[in-house]
Each structure stands twice: as structure tokens, then as C-alpha cells.
């Protein structure tokens, strides 16, 4: 077996984005309140952190205009994407602010929350992390939902879902 090691940094950012590409991560759509009405980010940075307080967390590119708006948002939901929900995904990668052609509604707190979902976790932010070029966003859940079926996965520069067994 060769040794096909190489030190992360400019010269090889591509090689390191292809080795960080080879762990499939589940897809999320977060969504939150701005100023300027709903808002939303596709992020594949996703995960629980703690049971006991129930808390997770997610990360935002730094680089992103819409980073203010959903680091600063004090409440926000993270949407699970079922495999059928790849649109979805692939619209708020591209826009964050229409949510014309999304079935969504508010809930008691303002945050918009997507139907359809596979999960959805209603946060409140507990607290920012810099980290590099992202900010990791922890979260409260203070509600959780669950819907029966397979979830939409990215790998490799790909969408996809389990083999279903």
C-alpha cells in the first residue's frame, strides 16, 4: 500500500477537499428569522453534541452573506432532507431568501420551519465557536420531530441515499 499522505495547506487544497469528500455526512437545510424575513443555508456540518442537556451543532462559512444573518439568529431549525428532498437542498445552496416554492410555515417563535422533513430540531443558540474559516453554531433543542423514511446523503460531490436493504 502506497503512502499517499500530503500536508494540508494552499498548494493542496484540492486533494484535502477530496479526502474530506470520501466521509458521506447527511444533508440539513437551516433556517432562521433575519431582518429582512425567513432565511435558510444548506449544511452538511451537522451534529449532536450532547443528550443530556439535548444539543447540537452545525457550522457556517464565515464567507457566506448569509452568515450574519443565521449566526446572529437567537432561535433556528435544522431540517433533516429526506432523499426525495434534494431540490430543496440544492435551492437554499443557491438562495437563501426565496422561499416562494418551499411548502413551509412558522412556528410559535417565528422560525420557519420546512414540511416533509425526515427530523427537524428547533434550537435556540447557546453559543459561536470561530473555528478557521467557519463559525460553529451550538444549539438548545427544545423540540424534535421525526418522519419514517431514508435520508439524503452527499458523497464525494454527490447526492445519493442508502441502498434500501
Not at 2 to 14: A, R
Not at 20 to 36: D, E, H, I, K, Q
Amino acid at each position: 500500500m502506497s503512502d499517499n499522505s500530503f500536508i494540508p495547506g494552499p498548494d493542496t487544497e484540492l486533494a484535502y477537499r477530496d479526502a474530506l469528500g470520501c466521509f458521506g455526512t447527511g444533508v440539513t437545510v437551516v433556517t432562521a428569522r433575519s431582518a429582512t424575513g425567513p432565511i435558510a443555508m444548506t449544511a452538511n456540518s451537522f451534529a449532536s453534541v450532547s443528550l443530556h442537556p439535548p444539543m447540537v451543532l452545525w457550522s457556517a462559512s464565515r464567507n457566506s452573506l448569509r452568515h450574519d444573518a443565521l449566526t446572529g439568529a437567537t432561535d433556528y431549525a435544522i431540517h433533516v432532507m429526506a432523499k426525495d428532498q434534494q431540490d430543496i437542498a440544492l435551492h437554499f445552496a443557491r438562495s437563501g431568501h426565496d422561499f416562494s416554492p418551499i411548502d413551509w410555515f412558522e412556528n410559535e417563535n417565528g422560525t420557519p420551519i420546512l414540511r416533509g422533513c425526515l427530523a427537524r430540531f428547533e434550537c435556540r443558540r447557546s453559543a459561536l465557536h470561530v473555528a478557521g474559516d467557519h463559525t460553529i453554531i451550538v444549539g438548545t433543542v427544545l423540540r424534535a420531530a421525526r418522519e419514517p423514511g431514508t435520508g439524503l446523503m452527499y458523497k464525494r460531490g454527490q447526492y445519493g441515499g442508502f441502498l434500501e436493504l
